[in-house]
């Protein structure tokens, strides 16, 4: 009898489709607004992704050691990973007072907390080090499996229910993925999971939206709150997310730029991010502290902050040039990144998608700080279980 073959894909696409899917989502207003030189910023960004994705198969590319050359010391793999997760846990004990359990939103806490962010460096080390001990767990020992699954979903329900945190939540959910779903999938679950997907965003939209009012109220309050206030415009790519301040950030910022031309010392601020006030005694504003400062001074004076957009800071720094020279760095990096997968690095790989999915409001000195805080440890984890053979 005649079976139709079942069409199997992988459930996250290739890292150069996901980049571009987010560059169009967190730019909608600006790719569907009045503006024609913002809309060339941004379709110059994507294009510069191409092209670097393209000269990747002309530029030698950073070798990725195949598994069928290495093996992995899963023991060390799993004792470091619990050390780390030990380190980003004390992070958080020493960060957080112990208001925050009575239920205080997260943005009070963090006046609170005023004056010990650069604990927040190693805030991922607790889901990522947990994520490693999963990683290297001899699959049949199914019972540490489950136990370490549990911890990481109560860490993403104490960050979003308590704290209203989400990328966090993000990047726990991305690297699950990548390592339980690595292989390639029937088309029909996938399209489920796409569709689990869109319903987190839905949450995500809506509690976004009453992080406010979920800061004086209880769960049920602000749970009756949404019944009563709920308007298709708080899940619009207009209004989602963060997608219009991107938009809005990159027009303020080509304004800037025509009006006062380039500022590079930004770039500075970016460069020096991780180096402590105390012992540079200044500090260069990174772009996300800048922007507040010029356009929102008042919010500024009050630690209150907008978040980055990457083809407006490479605008700032370098012009058109920037915005050419970053994307087609970013589009070459994206080979890598599927590379990865190919090789089953899981945790870098999904890490890296994670970068992926927020890249478009991310600015230079986060980036700077994953790479050193995030990725660097992971790497330098599996550098030193690796076995030759």
Known sequence: MYSRKKIKIHLIPRSHFLLIGTLIVYYWNTLFGNSLIEKVAVILFILGILIGRFYSNIIPIFRVPNLSETRIN????????????????????????????????????YINSRGKGYITVFFDWLPIGMLLTISASNRKNK????????????????????????RQVILVLICLVAIFLNK?????????????????????????????????????????????????????????????????????????????????????????????????????????????????PYEHSLNIGYAGSIVAESYLYFSWAGILLFSIIIGYTSKVVDLLRERKHNII???FIYICTILPRLDFGSLIIMILFTLLPIFLVYKASVIRN
């Open 143 to 166: 019972w540490m499996i489950f136990v370490i699954t549990v911890l990481l979903l109560s860490y993403c329900s104490f960050y979003f229910l308590i704290l209203m945190k989400r």
């Open 184 to 296: 390639k999938i029937n088309i029909k679950h996938v399209i489920s999971m796409y569709l689990l997907a869109f319903g987190g965003y839905f949450i995500f939209s809506l509690f976004g939206r009453v992080r406010e009012k979920f800061q004086s109220a209880s769960f049920l309050e602000t749970l009756s709150y949404i019944k009563d206030n709920f308007s298709i415009e708080w899940i619009s790519l207009n209004n989602g997310f963060e997608g219009k301040y991107i938009s809005m950030i990159l027009s303020d910022t080509m304004g800037y730029v025509d009006a006062n031309g380039l500022n590079i010392s930004v770039l500075f601020g970016a460069l020096t991010i991780i180096i402590p006030r105390s012992l540079l005694g200044f500090k260069f504003l990174a772009f996300p502290d800048w922007y507040t400062f010029i356009f929102h």
């Open 74 to 109: 899963n023991l060390l793999v799993t004792r470091l990973g619990l050390f780390i997760a030990g380190i980003g846990l004390f992070s958080h004990l020493l960060y957080y007072d112990l208001s925050v359990f009575q239920g205080i939103e997260y943005s009070e806490n």
């Open 349 to 351: 790989y999904g890490v």
